[in-house]
């Protein structure tokens, strides 16, 4: 099956999905029961509707400054359930023309305007703005977004101290809790994670406010962490809950491809993403079909999929973008053009200091054999902690080659405790079973680099 390809930015956007409960969770501190919502179907028009409606009112009074950071929201909204960049863009530039007619008492102008440059991977510029309008972004969805920008410049101490609750009692920060289970699942606490997050996603079941789209993200999140860890039935039922609220979920597809690709289920992998490449044509959508494809030996239809994956690399060229951890990785696993993946890690670093784009700079080194700053770049991958089975085996691997035995054989234990599946689909155990032969014959199978 061909997919239009067409410039795309795909990106989490926590803070964004949580806007909704800012009012409703603000007044109920109390916990929230698990009795769904009444929530209208997803209806795309509605968006549609909207936007066009302010922007007839911005072009009506080009003044308008909250009309201007609405529309902004819209955008950013749309982008949400598109993934196309020019919205992103749309974002931006409304959001700054909202604050170049009043910066005092536009709070949203601020914040929209961080999401915007947070979702185009411009994480300093975004910081920069959160820290201009301090005053009204300090608290609920400024606070959460903040903490989310500083994960993904590295800076965890201080994501820490910014999810810290403003309350004496524990967790009342509703507003924080999507963005704190991603920290805690950084932090190498998977299981509070997951906690936490279905925690959240039965208040986001339960609030009305909270769109279809919204809360499909909820289900979505749920889903990837409860995939991390192995748990693919109760994965699968967030995954589809996702979908069934908001059927352009591309996220959620991609989800059950990949979680299906890991399970050696080839046929399921290929039909779940080639619902998500009907919607959006993302990297990570291609290259789990080309795998799925490749194994079952459709040769033409992985040849397609690889001409597709290289028609993105140009357009993100062409667009003056040099960092993709996606791109980066998929020549990385597949041996391929991999100096120009190497290139692309050492640039994605420069933009973001995080655990995965660490892992990304250590995965691309060694595949280009440079041993060293593989070694080092691993090391950072995997300072916080975190049970992420795919880090772990790629540092299994990387201190295998460096002679490092003991390393290698420890984070082989994590990866297969981590995500047992995934590292049986992966070869954990035979590796595990080697590096502990290698142990007991050291002299033999050290390696000096």
Known sequence: MKHTIRFVIVGIGASAAITALTVSCAKRPEAITATPAIRASWDPSNLQKSIAFYETRVKRDPRAAIESSALSGLYLDRYRETADAADVARAERFARHSLQIRKKNNASGFIRLAQALNAQHR???????????HAGTEEGIGRSLRADILMELGRYSEAANTLKPTQAIEGNDELLRPVRARFLGLSGKSDEAITEMQRTTRESDANFDVTAPQAAWFHMRTGDMLSGRGRYDEAQSEYKTAVALFPRDFRSFTGLARMALEQRDYVASAKWSSKALEIVPSIDALAIAESAATATGNTSAASSLRSQIDAIARIQRSAGIVYDRQL???????????PVALSLARKELKARQDIYAWDTLAWCAYKNGKLNEAVEASGHALATGAQDAKLLLHAALINREAGRISESASCTRKCIAANPTYANSNGAPALLSSLETAVLKPANHEVTR
């Open 123 to 133: 994480f300093k510029e975004a910081l920069a703005v959160l820290d201009e309008g």
């Open 328 to 338: 980066a990785n998929y020549y990385a696993d597949h041996g391929m053009n991999l």
